[in-house]
């Protein structure tokens, strides 16, 4: 499903997660108390991730079929949308995720791998024109503000969406106040299109 947010195209896709989540979880049982897979340098956040070893991309397989999908929602011909790094997040209570993008890549994607909405926050993503519009367009309605006036958007997902968006779209993920773990799994999408080679990695 497409729809535009702040007039950005986001994509949503659902994909059963029940074996990503079993990876998951045997993963951070066998993280447990040791600190090897804390955030990269330069990112102000507090979460277990797996993004330094995303180079292994260990997990593109499990999309192919949606990239065949994403591939001709944006009209690729010639072409293929390729996975170029995955990795894991958790969230545990408090922890978060600071505004960030995912630049190079074309587009960026988050699956929702172990979500529950009645006490899990989804991604927090930012209207990059909200400076703009608030001031241009501040005298147009007196109800509540469509979504170019708002400052933020928080998608409505349950567990197994896959929401994909442009890599610059600036996101973050706000503190969580379960003890119920959050898990995600995110990927870089690059786009090749017929004898097109750029590509970043």
């Known amino acids: 499903m497409h729809k535009m947010i702040f007039g950005v195209p986001m994509f ?15 993963k951070y049982e066998e993280w447990s108390g040791v600190p090897i897979n804390q955030p990269p340098p330069g990112w102000d956040c507090s979460l277990r991730t797996e993004f ?7 997990y593109a397989d499990y999309y192919n079929d949606i990239m065949v999908q994403f591939a ?12 170029y790094e995955s990795w ?3 969230y545990g209570k408090g922890e978060n995720q600071e505004e960030h993008d995912h630049l190079p890549g074309f587009y960026s994607a988050c699956h929702y791998i172990k979500f529950n ?14 400076s703009l519009y608030s001031y241009q367009y501040k005298d147009l309605d007196n109800g509540d503000p469509p979504d170019y006036r708002s400052n933020h958007w928080l998608p409505d997902v349950i567990e197994g969406d ?26 870089n999408i690059n786009i090749i299109k017929g004898s097109t080679r750029r590509v970043f990695g």
């Not at 949503?12 to 045997?26: G, M, S, V």
């Not at 001709?72 to 996975?83: L, P």
């Not at 009645?118 to 930012?126: A, D, G, L, N």
């Not at 968006?165 to 995600?184: C, D, G, Y």
């Open 117 to 130: 909405p009645e006490v899990h926050k989804p991604t927090k993503f930012v209207n990059p024109l909200y």
């Open 162 to 187: 896959i929401l994909i968006f442009p890599a610059w779209l600036r996101h973050m993920v706000t503190a969580q106040k379960s003890n119920e773990h959050r898990i995600t799994l995110a990927f």
């Open 72 to 83: 001709q929602d944006i009209d690729v011909v010639n072409g293929r949308c390729n996975i």
């Open 88 to 90: 894991l997040n958790f």
């Open 52 to 58: 330094n070893a995303c180079r292994k991309n260990e």
């Open 12 to 26: 949503r896709y659902h994909l059963n997660p029940t074996e990503l989540k079993k990876i998951a979880t045997k």
